[in-house]
């Protein structure tokens, strides 16, 4: 996948399109991920020793991985990524910008 967890990114599509987050959990089985602060969702949740209360929940859901783009750090726009080799490891480069993001 094109982002992993603690990554900033922008959702590019859908009604949360335009927002800004950072990537909580990576499901990359499933090509989801949970962004902090977008598409949250109600959960209903039953009581249980560790919630003696119940009842509805706030949270984030995921959201497809293609409808999000990262963030590139020189310029604070979405940018696609692209993979190289760089001193024999594997890391992910911005293609807006040419920078490496890891």
Same mark, same amino acid.
């Given at each position: 996948?094109?982002? %992993?967890? &603690?990554?900033? *990114? *922008?959702?590019?599509?859908?009604?949360?399109?335009?927002?800004? &987050?950072?990537?909580?959990?990576?499901? !990359?089985?499933?090509?989801?991920?949970? +962004?902090?602060?977008? @598409? /949250?969702?109600?959960?209903? +949740?039953? !009581? @249980? !020793?560790? @919630?003696?209360?119940?009842? /509805?929940?706030?949270?984030?859901g995921?959201?497809?991985?293609?409808?999000?783009?990262?963030?590139? !750090?020189?310029?604070? %726009?979405?940018t696609? *990524?692209?993979?190289?080799?760089?001193?024999?490891?594997?890391?992910? *480069?911005?293609?807006?910008? &040419?920078?490496? /993001?890891?």
């Open positions: 996948m094109h982002v %992993k967890k &603690g990554d900033t *990114v *922008v959702v590019t599509r859908g009604k949360h399109k335009g927002q800004t &987050g950072t990537v909580l959990l990576a499901l !990359p089985e499933d090509q989801k991920v949970v +962004v902090e602060g977008v @598409n /949250i969702v109600k959960k209903h +949740v039953k !009581p @249980n !020793p560790g @919630n003696s209360a119940g009842g /509805i929940e706030e949270r984030e995921a959201l497809h991985a293609s409808k999000v783009s990262l963030v590139d !750090p020189e310029t604070g %726009k979405a696609r *990524v692209r993979k190289q080799v760089v001193d024999g490891k594997k890391v992910r *480069v911005a293609v807006a910008s &040419g920078k490496v /993001i890891d």
